[in-house]
Nanobody, 113 residues
Framework: VQLQASGGGLVQAGGSLRLSCAAS????????MGWYRQAPGKQRELVAA??????DYADSVKGRFAISRDSAKNTVYLQMNSLKPEDTAIYYC?????????WGQGTQVTVSS
């Protein structure tokens, strides 16, 4: 499975972005899709995940970010609202199939204050 992340960019604090992660083949909803991010000098962290109808979010983004999936397009989205400078990072999508992890190439999100 190849994942192509897009939608990053430069935005002012309080603004919004929608990230997309398009897969090269069907994404089975019972496997977990996630968005991770990595800021300079920090470890990669899970931002949001979706498996079946269940979603999970890091405490730092709850109420601001929303993960969703369009099965017909083999695409997962991350809607990011009320962005803060501390959301600045490279965002990666991930598809976990049992013990295998597939990663997208990352998309840069920069939030200016």
């Amino acid at each position: 499975v190849q994942l192509q992340a897009s939608g990053g960019g430069l935005v002012q604090a309080g603004g919004s972005l929608r990230l997309s992660c398009a897969a090269s083949e069907r994404l089975f909803s019972f496997y977990t899709m996630g968005w991770y991010r990595q800021a300079p000098g920090k470890q990669r962290e899970l931002v949001a995940a979706i498996s079946g109808q269940s979603t999970d979010y890091a405490d730092s983004v709850k109420g601001r970010f929303a993960i969703s999936r369009d099965s017909a397009k083999n695409t997962v989205y991350l809607q990011m609202n009320s962005l803060k400078p501390e959301d600045t990072a490279i965002y990666y999508c991930n598809y976990r199939v049992n013990v295998y992890n597939y990663w997208g190439q990352g998309t840069q999100v920069t939030v200016s204050s």
